[in-house]
């Protein structure tokens, strides 16, 4: 059934490489730089990676071979003047697409070729003789030594030319059993389009979009597995017993539900006095900060989590919590995604750079996630939160291999481990050693590390710009996909009141001030002088 | 009975509002509440006209009248201006050559923003 | 220059907020915490001080508000000039009618009614006047823009292409003619560029642009004086109704009480509903929140959201956040009217986004039932009201994957 939708998509998924239309007219291809000059500012900054290419251009790259940047188009005209030369540039703009297109080299060589079979009852591909680079970031190994591709990961490769698609000939033949001699009389060649065929979902059409996005630009991708409480995968929050847990995150939030209930209790008591015009008769204020530290009881802010403890105790109580408020929202995160890299370890990978969920705007199913939804999909993220490396800048930057854990073992233990086989004994020393080194950092978080270099406004500044966790929306619209950074703010924890300074104190007293003017507008006429 | 003073009373005032923006802030000149009137969802419509300094676009040959209807920033959220009631508007309180109304709308905050509306197929202007 | 404008800025502006504390003569001792002499020390200087002059916090006389507009679409206005000052001068409330923000209408028309200025000479500095000038600069590029253009079709239309068929490869004329074209593309380009980079420079040296326009003006200043030759006070300041709630209920300046603002700017407020009045308090309470910490909140009207967050005040810095109040009531979000969709969202980030500022989503939540807070809101008991809405925030940024890689 739902195979019908999915053709009907292909088209839009196929072009959706370049998404954005080409309907400006092309100008010449002279690469002047000027071009900014009439083009509004407002979008450049953004832009950049969605430039349109100059398919002029392209075609001397391909005959080169080179790797080089593609020059930027020049300016847009306005509207069809009626002129030969504008249709005569336009048609050379039209032709040398078609012809950087036309002309392009495709196919593989046989002595490289490598062979991917797609089996349907697994929905995964097995590849017959794997080698190439993509081995080091892509697929997994079973037991049994054979090298499987999820599906996305098979259809993108398959779609770069990477690997060579194929199905089994007959249903009833089993991939299992005629694995140890595969010969190509029981191999079906597969085209993209029978591959794009295999999709189960729209859902499944949308994560492929954004994956296949992410990875031509370098980036290093793998789904979020649903079992979080999987003990072999990495996470920043190692799991602990069920009743350190249950007394240390209920106890927690026991307490906090119950100081919160006495201070908004005093707090009322405090802002029926406050907002009484006629206690200014018997309370005065002799300075301004008083009057904003009233003002700001009034209306209470959720605290976000800022330190990797109070991230770890979330964490741990939305595991806790997790079967019993099964939101009904589908969205959840869907990727990790890590920076382009050469050394990641597929079996170990570190914590991801980014976690991305997916969302078709046009699902009549999905909505934009709510406040709930984003507390939610907040409370369940595992990466390397950017924002705590940002405030221990000074101190050096966290190490998240020693606060990432793998079945409660730090990475960085496993990773010297891996390095020094043959040195058994030292083994369990070094982990003690890290734990002890951890705790203590762990101790020391909470207090800002206050660095010297920054001033303290401007770092105030940024936490406000940053926000804290957050994850990355990829919004799917027809092909088209918009990605959204989205963090948590925490502004009530923030005061930004202008204090005078000494200097601006002075000039308050009344019988001063005129003086005082006098001699500031003397010292500012030297200073022209 | 009293609704309807409230109403009327209401209305006058952002079209006061209008005219002392135009008048004493954008420099128009002879800028007048226009007599013909029009009634839409229990609301009688006018429009302020006057002269501006200088042409409003650059696709105009000279400088000329230009007409305004006053609209409330609740009321355009509500969408209370439709395309019907735009081309009542064209209709029964422009001259027939008119291309083009101006929407003045009032906010609360002590702003007034204009927005040109043409009537029918226009082609945008060069940035 | 600017350091001059800051350091009068700083004497001008000195009080972020209406509510002045009272001015000790002489600076309070040193309070040492571990020393109980400093403590009965201090406290005697204190009551010396603070309480011996009958001064309190409160203004002599409160300001006056004028509603226009009915209960549906309320203007509140302040009148008199001085009070427009004092509002503008205490935390940048209101704006004026008649400027761009700050209420200037009057000391721009005085000077130029005496003659001390035109408008097109008159003090680069204003903000109107530089909305003018940059008004005038593009205008001008853009025509000598238009004109540029009018040449280069000339050339166009002058080239005679070698045959009819465009398929054809063409002779020596039209590589010719496309390379006289691009010779004069380029040409104009470093006109235009040219262009930019002198009226830049005039910026810089402030030499004043002619405006045509305003000379040719045919304004009619008689019309702006009374019997006596002297300028009427045309402008008023106008406070949104938050603002005004703020100045009434949070510091009490204004002349006029919460329970009677509300009566005039609510519709309908005599038989309350709740749905009459909870667009306003979530609105209210994401307003006082961020004024209580400390930031000058103005309307977002501009740039398509609510607030604008400044800090200190316009004249000191850019406002880098916009404020957008998310209705967090589930009553309303869950129903598909009020829940916004994605183009929505886009379309409001794209355009902050284009100012370079930050985009914050303010969601705000009911604590407690409805009946509960129409039962304190019927007895005026606004502070129960407001603190029973919590705010939670969130920051919404376009991410542009090619910029995130390294």
Known sequence: ?529 | ?127 | MAKHNSRLNNVRYKYPLPIHPVETTLPLPELLPHNPFSWIYWFYKYYRLVYSNNEDNLLETKITIDVIGGDSFPHIMVRDKNDMLYLWENGFFGTGTLSRSEPTWYTRMNQIVNGDITLNTGDINELEQITRRRRLERLEFKKLREKLQMELLELKKQSALSGSDIDSNGGLDETESLKRINDLLLKQREQLRDFKALQESYNKQNIGIHDNVMDNLKFDYESLLDENGDLLSLESLELMPVEATFLSFALPVLNITPRELFRKILPNNDNSSYDTVHSFIIHYVAYHFYRSHGWCVRSGIKFGCDYLLYKRGPPFHHAEFCINVMDNDPLYYRSNKNMHDYTWYSRISRVIGGAKKTLILSYVTRQTTKKQIMEWWIKGQYHKVFNSYEISEIIYKRWVPGRNRD
């Not at chain 1, 690469?31 to 009439?38: A, C, F, H, Q």
């Not at chain 1, 349109?52 to 509207?79: A, C, F, H, T």
């Not at chain 1, 697994?122 to 599906?151: C, R, S, Y």
């Open chain 1, 1 to 529: 059934m739902s195979k019908l939708t999915d053709q009907k998509d292909l088209s839009s998924l196929s072009s959706n490489h370049k998404s954005k239309k080409k309907n400006g007219l092309m100008r010449n291809d002279d690469n002047d730089s000027g071009d900014d000059l009439v083009k509004g500012t407002l979008d450049i900054e953004y832009e950049e990676d969605e430039l349109e290419k100059d398919w002029s251009e392209v075609i001397k790259l391909n005959k080169k071979n080179l790797q080089m940047i593609i020059p930027k188009r020049g300016e847009k005209d306005y509207e069809p003047d009626g002129t030969d030369i504008q249709e005569l540039l336009l048609y050379k703009a039209r032709k040398a697409m078609f012809d950087a297109l036309s002309n392009s080299v495709r196919g593989t060589t046989v002595k490289h070729q490598v062979k991917a079979v797609y089996d349907f009852d697994k929905h995964k591909a097995l590849v017959l003789n794997p080698k190439g680079a993509f081995l080091q970031t892509m697929g997994h190994i079973t037991n049994n030594g054979e090298f499987w591709l999820d599906f996305m990961e098979f259809l993108y490769l398959a779609e770069r030319g990477t690997i060579t698609p194929y199905c089994l000939k007959s249903n009833s033949m089993n991939l299992n059993q005629l694995l140890p001699s595969i010969d190509d009389h029981n191999l079906l060649p597969l085209s993209i389009e029978d591959i794009y065929a295999f999709f189960k979902t729209q859902r499944e059409i949308d994560e492929f979009s954004v994956y296949s996005h992410l990875k031509r630009l370098g980036f290093i991708i793998t789904k979020v597995e649903d079992d979080d409480n999987d003990n072999n995968k990495i996470t920043f929050s190692p799991k602990v017993g069920p009743f350190k847990s249950i007394c240390g995150y209920q106890l927690h939030s026991l307490f906090k539900q119950i100081t919160s209930l006495f201070v908004s209790h005093k707090n009322n008591l405090f802002n029926g006095l406050f907002y009484n015009p006629s206690h200014y008769k018997y309370i005065k204020y002799t300075s301004t900060p008083q009057i904003y530290n009233n003002l700001k009881l009034l209306i209470p802010h959720v605290e976000v989590p800022k330190t990797l403890l109070e991230l770890q105790h979330r964490k741990q109580s939305y595991l806790l919590n997790k079967n019993k408020n099964h939101s009904n929202n589908p969205l959840k995160l869907t990727f990790n995604v890590w920076k382009p890299q050469t050394n990641y370890k597929k079996k170990i990978p570190e914590l991801p750079d980014y976690q991305i969920v997916v969302y078709n705007k046009n699902d009549n199913k999905q909505h934009f996630p709510t406040n709930d939804d984003l507390k939610n999909i907040f409370d369940s993220l595992n990466y390397k939160f950017e924002f705590l490396d940002k405030s221990k800048k000074n101190a050096g930057t966290i190490n998240w291999d020693d606060h990432s854990y793998i079945n409660g073992i730090p990475r960085s233990a496993i990773l010297s481990k891996n390095q020094k086989k043959k040195i058994t004994n030292s083994q369990s020393e070094t982990i003690n050693n890290i734990k002890e080194e951890k705790r203590k950092t762990l101790r020391k978080q909470p207090s800002s590390s206050v660095s010297s270099s920054t001033p303290a406004h401007i770092k105030q500044i940024k936490r406000l710009k940053n926000g804290y966790r957050s994850f990355i929306l990829a919004v799917m619209d027809n092909g088209i996909i918009s990605f959204i950074k989205i963090s948590e703010a925490d502004f009530g924890s923030e005061d930004v009141w202008y204090v005078p300074t000494v200097q601006a104190k002075k000039i308050k007293k009344p019988q001063y001030q005129y003086k005082k003017r006098n001699i500031m507008k003397q010292s500012n006429t030297d200073q022209k002088v």
């Open chain 2, 1 to 127: 009975m009293e609704i309807h003073s409230s109403d009327s009373n209401d209305r006058s005032v952002i079209e006061t509002l209008v005219k002392e923006n135009l008048s004493y802030f954008q420099y128009w000149t002879d800028v007048q509440l226009e007599d013909k009137a029009l009634s839409w969802r229990g609301t009688d419509l006018r429009l302020v006209s006057g002269i501006p300094p200088n042409k409003l676009s650059n696709d105009d040959s000279e400088i000329q009248r230009e007409y305004i209807l006053p609209v409330n920033m609740t009321q355009h959220k509500e969408e209370f201006i439709t395309l019907e009631c735009l081309d009542l508007v064209f209709e029964k309180l422009c001259n027939k050559d008119t291309r083009r109304i101006i929407l003045g709308i009032v906010n609360s905050d002590g702003t007034i923003v204009f927005y040109s509306i043409y009537n029918g197929i226009h082609k945008p202007k060069k940035n």
